[in-house]
Structures are given as structure tokens and as C-alpha cells.
């Protein structure tokens, strides 16, 4: 079927469907790779509805191969074995920076509900999918909302297949067809069974609806590598809860075992007591046998018998008969013995493989020797999230060096530990408090300066910037100076600087010539006439040359005025 025909039928009212065979999916029937491959086509969506607003051009893109195989490629690097929920799936950067969760719903996926759950779509301002899954099944219905006629699409990335496997797509605008068929896909199964097992099959048979609505700040620049990231942040987690998972069952198991050694000790304990009991309870039964052929002589008679064995067989021939209490007593001793050493013996094992416990002296609780933390400085140990709740507190408070709190509540001790960065790192402090932790540690030996030209911050060396009245911009691609004490700009070439400006004047003077007042300082310019000049400050009349600047006299009287002008103009030019 063409393209076009194909858009034209699914704009008319028709529903159509895509196939797509030999598609590789992912690693056998695990849920979270139809969650990621669901989401990740509910994001390319969403991308082609804000790169056109026709919504057939939108349509020809979601038909295409190219997206569906996009779609799919992001779950094929899955590792097989792991499981992790919807929620943790959307939680990775990739879906947080596209996708914006409106709702979950439990619903039975009867045709009444799965309607009710697509009518909720329509109440939405823009475009829309939820994502519904049972196990082993995960749908994404998209409504693309457009002014006449909202187009509805199912996304199947996983259709049940003998021989291959086969991705599909579904395009209606009738809201009934496609909540049927989401019912074909999600059946619901009349099982018969006991009253004890009712409410666990109705709970199985549920499925989960999620809704999104795209975000509208979403860029895809760097796409590949936002894949991979997100991809290895959500493998992580998801070995990190199996871990834990293993580790709890570890510990139940290591506590069943020294239940069972402590059952068994108990029970030996007894078994020895019951052993001893018997043995008093009921003596030995000696049993003599007298040799009457053979009596022996008066004189042996009268000798202290020996204890060797042929004179005593010689007197009388003895057998010892066990009570039967007390020997079966003895071979429960011995085996209670030897399940006793065995049972030692893997004591011994778990105590030797089993982590060590560590007491906080902060927070009085026990931890792992793995969690605590060592500061070498000083040598004492602290748990991990005491040792960063006081570093974090210390970042907001500014306060730097950080100082070990066990010293601090020593106030003896006058040679305090302090907290290297490199220790702060492996804390796991976020990234803004590790970039204060830098601007702390830097500023002992520097001062931020900000400069305003390039308006670019940067940091020098303390020491340099004191030595020196004047501060030029650190960046090479910036030439701005300026005085440290009054922040005035310095022109490069120009006049030396003074905060009060008087050596930028006297630079201006200089530069056009103008004179100062011999007597009072005051600054003169002279527009025309001749040079002879009387300074306009009040109460100085002083006249000077304004050719050499030298002065002619100091009078208010005319007549001396003219006397001391014409002496000095006598040898200087006038004009």
C-alpha cells in the first residue's frame, strides 16, 4: 500500500496497520525493554509533532522504519537478567528532559475502563500518550492532537510471534476501535480458582496506565551520547537494587545460620547433661569369674597384687558390661562432638568473610567498616553521612578549612584535623557544593576579580594582586586595567594614575598645553590674545607669561601691571 494511500485512509476514518518483521527487540521476555522501547517512540513522537505541525507529514514520519528501528535500538543494549519499574525507567535523563508524567492509573482492562482511560487523554491541552503494561506486554498509545480530528496510535513493539519478531503500529481516529483492540492485547482471563487465590489473580490481571505530555523545552542536541548515559545510569541502578537484594538475603541467611549454630550448641548442652545424669545414675556392673581349677598359694595370697594383666587374669577373669544408657549416651556425645566442631568450623568462616561492624561516635549508630570514613589528618572515624552532612553544612555556611567534628567537640585539642577535598569528593557532594568547596579552597591562595569590559570572573594570586596598585584582566583576549583602590579605569599608554585624578590632568595639560596658576595651581587655558594672563581665582591676582609660565608680578595696581609686563616681555614673546 502507498504512503499516501495509507495517510488518506487512516485520515478518512479507516484503521490501518504497520508491520514490521525480523525487528531485534531485546534480550528475552523481560518487561523493561518494551518500557524503554515504548517510551523512547512516545519521545520520537513527540519530536516529529514539534518539527511539523501537518499532521500528515507527522503520520509518514512515525510510519517509517527509520523510527521504528530509533524506537527499538535503546533497549537492545539492555542487559539481560535485570528489572527495573516503569517510574525508575522514565527517571533517566533521556525521558526526564522529553516526557512529562501527568498520571498513573490501576485499571482492569475491561472496555468500559481502557475507554475511560483514552477520554482522559482528550481533556489534555496537547498531544498525548499513556503507556500501558501487563507482563509481559507494554503498549504506547499516542493521540496527536490535531483542530478537525485527533489521530490515535498504538505502538507494539513486541507482537507475539513464533518464528520472528514483528513490531507494529495502529492508526484510528475512533476512540472505541482502539480501546478494543488495547483489549485484544490485554486480555482479561476467566480463571477459576480458589477463594484464597481471588484477589491475587484480579491484581495479575490489572494493568498500569501512565500518561505523558511532551515538554516543551526538550532540545535533542548530543541525542547518542544522552542515550548511552541514560542507558548505563539505568543499568547501575538497576545492579545496584539487586545487589542490595542479594545482600538482604545474605544477611537472613547468615542469621539463620547462627540461630541454627546457637539452637545446636543449646541442644549439645543439653544432650552432655542427660549423658552425665545416666552415667551416675546407674553403676558399673563387675561381673567375677573365679578359676577354681588353680588356687593360688597362701604366700601370694598375702602379697599386694600386682596391676599387671597376667596376675590379675591369674587371681580372677573379669568383664566389664556397659549400662546401655550410658552408651548410647557416649555415642551422642561423640556426635553431638563432631557436628559441634563442624559447625565451629563454619562459624569461624562467616566470621572471618563477614564485614566488621563500625560505632559512629557522632550519630551512636553501627555501620559497615566500609561506610566509614577516615580523616587522616587527625586518624579518627566517622560515618559517611555524618561526614557529609557536616562537610554539606560547612559548604553553605562558607566556612573554610572544614574542621573534623570529632576535633571540634575536643576543645582541648589545640592541632584540629581538617577535611581534604579529596575526601569531599568521595562523598558524594553535588556538583554546585563541590563547586563552592573549589572557590573556597582557591580563595587561601587568590582573590576572584570580576572584570568589567569583558565581564568575565577569574582568580589571581593574592599575593601579586597586593603588590600591585594596579590590576590587569586576567583573560589574554582582554587588555582592561584598572586601580585596585579606586576601581578607575587606566588607559594603557596613558598618564601615570592617581586615584584623585591630578596626574591625569597634569597628562591633559601637558598634552594641550594649558598652564597653571603659578601662585594659586588653578588651571588656565588660554582661548586667544596675548600671553599675558591674570589668574580669575579670587584674591590671587597674579599675572604670568603663558609661553614659559613663568610669573610677572602679583598686583591689583595698574601701574605696576604694566611695569612687570613690559620687563618680562622684554625677552619673551608676547604673542
Known amino acids: 500500500m502507498e504512503l499516501h494511500k495509507f495517510i488518506s485512509d487512516v485520515l478518512d476514518g479507516k484503521a490501518r496497520v504497520l508491520s514490521f518483521d525480523n525487528v531485534v527487540f531485546g534480550p528475552g521476555k523481560d518487561i523493561t525493554p518494551g518500557v524503554l522501547s515504548a517510551l523512547n517512540f512516545a519521545r520520537l513522537a513527540f519530536a516529529a509533532e514539534g518539527s511539523t505541525p501537518v499532521l500528515s507529514q507527522i503520520i509518514s514520519l512515525l510510519c517509517s522504519k527509520k523510527t521504528v528501528d530509533t524506537a527499538l535500538a535503546i533497549c537492545r543494549e539492555w542487559p ?65 492532537r490535531a483542530p478537525t480530528q485527533d ?82 545510569l539505568l543499568t547501575l541502578r538497576a545492579e545496584l537494587e539487586e545487589l542490595t537484594r542479594d545482600n538482604g538475603g545474605l544477611k537472613r541467611e547468615r ?29 558399673s556392673v563387675m561381673k567375677t569369674t573365679w578359676n577354681a581349677s588353680v588356687l593360688p598359694s597362701r604366700d ?3 602379697t599386694k597384687p600386682s596391676r599387671s594383666t597376667s596376675e590379675r587374669d591369674y587371681f580372677f577373669d573379669a568383664e566389664d558390661e556397659m549400662d546401655p544408657g550410658l552408651e548410647f549416651a557416649l555415642q551422642l556425645q561423640a ?45 579518627h572515624d566517622i560515618c559517611r ?38 575526601l569531599v569528593q568521595l562523598l558524594g557532594v553535588s556538583e554546585e557544593q563541590w563547586a563552592t568547596w573549589v572557590e573556597m579552597e582557591i580563595a587561601q591562595f587568590s582573590i ?78 588660554k582661548f586667544d590674545g596675548c600671553n599675558h594672563l591674570s589668574c580669575i581665582a579670587p584674591g590671587c591676582n597674579t599675572h604670568f607669561c603663558y609661553r614659559c609660565g613663568q610669573t610677572i608680578n602679583r598686583t591689583a595696581i595698574p601701574s605696576e601691571i604694566m611695569a612687570g609686563k613690559t620687563a618680562h616681555f622684554r625677552t619673551c614673546a608676547i604673542v
Open 80 to 144: 539481560s537478567g535485570l528489572h527495573v519499574e516503569v517510574e525508575d525507567v522514565y527517571h533517566i535523563p533521556l525521558f526526564e528532559m522529553s516526557l512529562k508524567p501527568v498520571s498513573t492509573d490501576y485499571v482492569s482492562p475491561s472496555l468500559d475502563r481502557i475507554t475511560s482511560l483514552l477520554k482522559n487523554l482528550r481533556t489534555l491541552n496537547s498531544s498525548s500518550a499513556v503507556l500501558i503494561a501487563r507482563y509481559p506486554d507494554v503498549i504506547t498509545c499516542l493521540r496527536l
Open 151 to 232: 489521530v490515535f496510535v498504538l505502538f507494539n513493539p513486541r507482537v507475539n510471534s513464533e518464528d520472528e519478531q514483528v513490531a507494529s503500529l495502529t492508526f484510528c481516529i475512533s476512540l472505541q476501535e482502539i480501546a478494543q483492540r488495547l483489549c485484544d492485547v490485554f486480555p482479561v482471563n476467566n480463571i477459576h480458582t480458589q477463594a484464597i487465590f481471588d484477589c491475587q489473580a484480579q491484581l495479575l490481571q490489572k494493568c498500569t496506565g501512565h500518561v505523558f505530555v511532551p515538554r516543551a523545552t526538550y532540545h535533542d542536541d548530543g541525542e547518542e551520547s544522552l542515550i548511552m548515559s541514560s542507558l548505563t
Open 255 to 283: 542469621q539463620r545460620l547462627e540461630k541454627s549454630i546457637v539452637d545446636l550448641e543449646a541442644q549439645l548442652e543439653g544432650e552432655k547433661a542427660k549423658a552425665n545424669r545416666a552415667q551416675f545414675s546407674k553403676p
Open 300 to 302: 601370694v595370697l598375702l
Open 335 to 379: 556426635k553431638f562432638d563432631s557436628e559441634n566442631e563442624k559447625l565451629l568450623k563454619q562459624r569461624g568462616e562467616l566470621m572471618r568473610t563477614a564485614q566488621r561492624q563500625y560505632h559512629c561516635g557522632i550519630c551512636l549508630d553501627d555501620f559497615p567498616e566500609d561506610d566509614a570514613v577516615h580523616i587522616d589528618a587527625c586518624g
Open 385 to 422: 553521612d555524618c561526614a557529609r552532612g557536616h562537610v554539606c553544612n560547612k559548604i553553605e555556611e562558607h566556612r573554610f578549612p572544614v574542621i573534623c567534628p570529632v576535633c571540634m567537640a575536643d576543645h582541648k585539642n589545640q592541632n584540629p584535623g581538617t577535611i581534604p577535598g579529596t
Open 448 to 525: 576572584s576579580i570580576n572584570c568589567r569590559k569583558c565581564q568575565h570572573s577569574g582568580f589571581v594570586d593574592r599575593e601579586d594582586l597586593e603588590a600591585n596598585s594596579e590590576i590587569h584582566c586576567p583573560f589574554p583576549a582582554c587588555d582592561h586595567v584598572w586601580c585596585q583602590k579606586c576601581q578607575q579605569t587606566i588607559e594603557p599608554g596613558g598618564s601615570k594614575h592617581s586615584c584623585d585624578g591630578t596626574a591625569e590632568l597634569d597628562h591633559l595639560m601637558k598634552q594641550q598645553g594649558w598652564r597653571y596658576c603659578p601662585n594659586c595651581k588653578t588651571p588656565i587655558q
